[in-house]
């Protein structure tokens, strides 16, 4: 058996009802605080304390380049993920001014730039390759190759863990990851790739036809029923990352924040590949990425978030952060209708 | 001329201009941060600086209770509003644990418990009778009363500026209040109660049939197009308090951010007194109540965030502050593609 299909530890269901019976406490009607106190219900369950904690964060980065984006399927030039890399280490990136502010802890995970980057403390250098194979012509990787990809992210939850964060967020960057995401969630869902593609960061209405040819020829030359499988001709190493990474928090009990179309779609696998994950994650926003959509209703997600957002990095799981914070700082800190001498509904 | 008629102040169109551009250079596809963007560049206009600043937050509650209360219009007796104000000031209410995580300026202004509160340096006591009149049967006030409340409101937006606040949140308590804020939305959207009549803090469906009918009723009884006669009729201190407040802050150039459906109505309210402050108003959240909806499609407002909150007291205004203020940081700190050596867009 591989380390990925060991079972996720079980969220504490006694907590979680010991929450729920804290929450019709407060001086507040039943329910008035909407999904806020779904959210610090299942954190209880998850961290096994009634008043659950959102203080030490940590965002991984994992970044990648794709062999599919030579065929033109991007608005940018590839050269921008090992860019992206570097500015995300410089503080300069959307996801590196939210991390900031979060205070949290952040690390780029470089598992395969088409160009070297240089050292530096925030970013660990795990290149595999420099970028995956075109998936329309060949597998996007090999099995050892995968294995790594999955292991990287396997290690970067157990530093989350060994830092005592109480919450994971995976992030990622890779110019062309929209199209692998999408030709995932394609052969996952087995749905038709015009039904999950977008305009990524931007392409044309020009270049929407190619990006869809691209994929549906991928679906045909790989045609496999294996999340795994699917993982490793379609996906990227990024990707993979996201995917070990999600599958050891949830074995390590470290609860998980997925962010948009990318990480969602990883998610999407990582519960294919080990269902027993399932309930480790929350999720953050809706991006307008149209595939997005389909992927949450599969996993049955209801983010908390839909403005808009279709940039990546994470950065739409650090922005909903604050809402969290706010929905345990309710939960923590108000009184109760004793406490404050507040009459009880009358119905 | 009323003070409430004059004109509100202009936001700056060329600042907000000079935002847009700066938006473009930020190393991101542009429009990826969806309405963070937005919200970054009218702050810019508003605040009169291209990188505008949201770390002085002002929170002001309007309290008060309605005579429409006895008629059984509510889930919670009456005595919970003055309750409900001790909460507030001695930090137990869920806003008051938001305004302290914000290290917002705040305070209660009692416009009019039916009991009297023990003074406390938070609350304000400016009751101006205890309670409304039944609107079912008599205007909820006369002339005198609702030049008070509304002078109270543009007290609080006076107090705001003097403390240099760069977001005013109005936040309003009253058992009763739904009917009061749907009985205006009624009559000013020329709209049958049915429409706009919910749950309020979780009446049963058999109280339902009697809100509508005491509001119908009151419709009927109290027919005039003039918002302000509107407003005098059917509306609460607190709700005169919201719309006098709006006003002023447009006047003065405090941006606004509106809570929930009541506010949202006391919003309505002040943009058919004066719809020269329209500019001056955000919206933070849509609540479960069913005619929330229907009070953001006639001001054209999209709010943030949609997550079925219901409680009032400014919470839903002061859970979206940090949404805001996440599209500060990014809009302000963010490096540009030049700065950080990124390629830009290639089509």
């Known amino acids: 058996m591989n380390w990925y299909e060991s079972n996720a530890l079980n969220v504490k269901q006694d907590v979680m009802d010991d929450a729920v019976a804290h929450q019709l406490t407060l001086t507040k009607p039943p329910g008035a605080l909407g999904a806020l106190e779904e959210v610090a219900i299942k954190l209880a369950g998850m961290q096994g304390v009634v008043k659950p904690q959102l203080n030490r964060i940590n965002i991984s980065i ?60 925030q970013i660990i250098d ?85 990006k869809i040819k691209l994929i549906e020829k991928a679906l045909t030359l790989h045609s496999s029923n294996d999340p795994v499988e699917q993982l490793k001709s379609l996906g990227g190493f990024e990707i993979a990352g996201l995917v070990g990474a999600y599958i050891r928090c949830a074995q390590l009990g470290v609860p998980v924040l997925v962010d948009g179309f990318i990480s969602s779609v990883a998610a999407l696998m990582a519960v294919a590949i080990n269902a027993s994950i399932a309930p480790w994650l929350l999720f953050s926003h809706e991006s307008s990425e149209p595939g997005h959509q389909l992927v949450l209703a599969a996993l049955k997600a209801k983010p908390l978030l839909n403005i808009g957002m279709r940039l990546g990095e994470g950065s739409g799981a650090a922005i909903v952060v604050s809402l969290m914070q706010s929905a345990c700082a309710l939960h923590n800190e108000m009184a109760t209708f004793s406490q404050a001498g507040v009459s009880e509904k009358e119905v």
Chains 1, 2 share one sequence.
């Open 126 to 210: 795990a290149r595999i390759a420099a970028g995956t194979q075109d998936f329309s012509s060949a597998p996007a990787m090999d099995d050892g190759q995968l294995q790594l990809a999955l292991q990287q992210g396997c290690d970067a939850a157990q530093r989350a863990q060994n830092n005592k964060s109480q919450l994971f967020i995976g992030g990622e960057m890779g110019i062309g990851n929209t199209s692998s995401a999408s030709a995932l969630a394609a052969a996952q869902l087995n749905l038709p790739a015009a039904t999950l593609v977008g305009m990524g960061t931007g392409i044309s209405e020009d270049q929407l036809p190619l």
């Open 62 to 121: 994992f970044a990648s380049d794709h062999g599919i984006a030579k065929q033109g399927v991007s608005a940018f030039p590839q050269a921008v993920t090992t860019e992206m890399v570097k500015n995300f280490a410089t503080g300069g990136a959307a996801i590196s001014v939210l991390a900031r502010h979060l205070n949290a802890q952040f690390e780029v995970v470089n598992l395969g730039t088409i160009f070297e980057v240089d050292k530096h403390p």
